[in-house]
């Protein structure tokens, strides 16, 4: 038995063969789809299928039909009609009665008494689907107000704040599958052995003519003293590296040719040379640099705060 109409069927056979597929093949985050294109030739090979099926089985109807009687033929049409005519009756009932129209005969029943030039009013019923909608804001409205008024629902500012911590998480989480994403920003000092090896080899590729091998310098400044140019520490040494140092000085910016992974390697093993005694020191060039961000100990940092004030005021005699 005919149920619905054969471009209906065609396209509902379609779209369970789709989602079959997209189901059933695991294609990761993709679309099944868009990771096999083959599958768009499935699809199509399907589409023919489906419609010569439609095609055989609505020329067999028609033999069927033609080997009939008249009035065999007669309650064939009939059969068909009623069937055509029953094919969508469950959507047009749900829809009338949603809209909960009276129909134009009943209307008599609902008619207002008052006339206005031959103007009348129906006393139409509210449209049930639209009377639903209200009692659902209604209640929405409850228990939108019990939850963020009555008990404490995260308002929107925490909730823009569990997502800016979350996202920040997912940040970090990329991060650490993403070595190249370091910026001097992020750069930490890294003290695995595979990076700094990694990093001494590009040293001694790149940097030795200049640096010498042990970092005691030659046509670039002593890398093992505590004296800097550019400034010490992890983040000014990626700075120097990455954009080059002062102007016609001969440190070149190095972005081009290291990746930004790279140059944390270089410099973090060259930061292994603080402390070292090199062949044939050059003088110290710059000034002592400070960690900004590791505080001395207490008592240390009372003694710099009375000097520099005292200098200050000049009551610093000698
Ligand atoms: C052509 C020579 C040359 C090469 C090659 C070279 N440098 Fe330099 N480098 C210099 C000079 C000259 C300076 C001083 C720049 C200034 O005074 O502004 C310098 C400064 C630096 C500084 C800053 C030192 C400070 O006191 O602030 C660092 C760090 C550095 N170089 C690292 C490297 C690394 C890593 C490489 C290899 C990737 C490298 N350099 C390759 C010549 C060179």
Not at 258 to 276: I, R
Request: hydrophobic residues 40%; proline residues 4%.
């Amino acid at each position: 038995m005919k149920t619905f109409a054969s471009y209906l069927r065609v396209i509902g056979f379609m779209v369970i063969a789709f989602l079959l597929l997209e189901f059933t093949i695991d294609s990761g985050d993709q679309m099944a789809i868009e990771k096999y294109p083959v599958i768009w030739g499935v699809l199509s090979m399907l589409f023919l299928f489906a419609v010569a099926i439609e095609v055989i089985s609505e020329s067999l109807r028609s033999i069927l039909y033609r080997g009939l009687s008249p009035e065999a033929q007669e309650k064939f049409l009939e059969n068909e009609k009623s069937r055509k005519a029953g094919q969508f009756a469950g959507i047009k009932r749900l829809y009338n009665r949603l809209a909960g129209s009276k129909p134009l005969e009943e209307e008599g029943e609902i008619v207002l008494d008052h006339n206005y030039d031959g103007i009348r009013e129906l006393d139409n019923k509210l449209p049930p689907w639209w009377l639903y909608g209200f009692y659902i804001t209604i209640i929405f409205a409850g228990v939108y107000l019990a939850r963020y008024h009555i008990f404490d629902g995260v308002t929107t500012s925490e909730e823009f704040e569990i997502e800016m911590e979350d996202a920040r998480l997912a940040v970090e989480e990329y991060k650490k599958t993403a070595k190249d994403l370091v910026d001097v920003n992020t750069v930490a000092l890294l003290t695995d052995p595979a990076d700094l090896s990694a990093g001494k080899a590009i040293f001694t590729q790149s940097c030795v003519v200049c640096h010498k091998a042990d970092g005691g310098g030659g046509i670039g400044p002593n890398l093992t003293d505590e004296y800097w140019i550019l400034g010490g520490g992890i983040k000014n040494v990626f700075n120097t590296i990455s954009e080059g140092g002062r102007d016609g000085k001969g440190m070149v910016s190095w972005k081009s040719e290291l990746k930004p992974a790279e140059m944390a390697q270089v410099a973090s093993y060259l930061l292994t040379f603080q402390g070292t005694t090199p062949a044939e020191p050059k003088d110290p060039e710059g000034e002592i640099w400070v960690d900004p961000d590791v505080t001395p100990p207490a008592d240390e940092v009372i003694e710099v705060v009375v000097d520099s004030t005292a200098a200050e005021i000049g009551m610093v005699e000698n």
